[in-house]
């Protein structure tokens, strides 16, 4: 069975921004130890755009949908008011979330993308 890679997109101004990694960095291990874990990246935009990439690798389907479902993934994503959120690779998020983490959205908004590992390569090893 292929691994899946989920793609949040995060619309985030240019104000937001350092709140944004500063979030992400604060959450560092939270997802690490989640059952079908497999890779995670937060990727800046260089290219004039405002939208960060949530890179996450899944070992499947049912291993991602375990830990959206998790108290720690609820956790790590309440919105202020008390309310969980759907975004960060997560789910989809309607515009207005995003990152939350209790002190209010630092994105503007976020939607997923689902992908099948169909091919996957690194670097050569050398002897």
């Given at each position: 069975m292929p691994s899946v890679v989920k793609i949040n997109v995060l619309?985030?101004?240019?104000?937001?921004?350092?709140?944004?990694?500063?979030?992400?960095?604060?959450?560092?291990?939270?997802?690490?130890?989640?059952?079908?874990?497999?890779?995670?990246?937060?990727?800046?935009?260089?290219?004039?755009?405002?939208?960060?990439?949530?890179?996450?690798?899944?070992?499947?389907?049912?291993?991602?949908k375990r830990w959206t479902d998790s108290q720690a993934f609820q956790k790590g994503h309440a919105q202020a008011g008390g309310?969980?959120?759907?975004?960060?690779?997560?789910?989809?998020a309607s515009p207005g979330q995003g990152h939350g983490h209790g002190q209010g959205?630092?994105?503007?908004g976020a939607e997923l993308w689902s992908f099948e590992v169909v091919q996957s390569t690194g670097p050569a090893s050398t002897s």
């Amino acid at each position: 069975m292929p691994s899946v890679v989920k793609i949040n997109v995060l619309t985030v101004s240019a104000e937001m921004r350092q709140e944004l990694e500063r979030r992400f960095s604060g959450r560092a291990g939270i997802v690490e130890s989640a059952d079908g874990f497999e890779w995670f990246e937060l990727l800046r935009p260089v290219d004039g755009t405002d939208r960060y990439l949530v890179y996450t690798r899944w070992r499947s389907e049912e291993d991602f949908k375990r830990w959206t479902d998790s108290q720690a993934f609820q956790k790590g994503h309440a919105q202020a008011g008390g309310q969980a959120e759907h975004g960060h690779g997560h789910g989809q998020a309607s515009p207005g979330q995003g990152h939350g983490h209790g002190q209010g959205p630092a994105a503007g908004g976020a939607e997923l993308w689902s992908f099948e590992v169909v091919q996957s390569t690194g670097p050569a090893s050398t002897s």
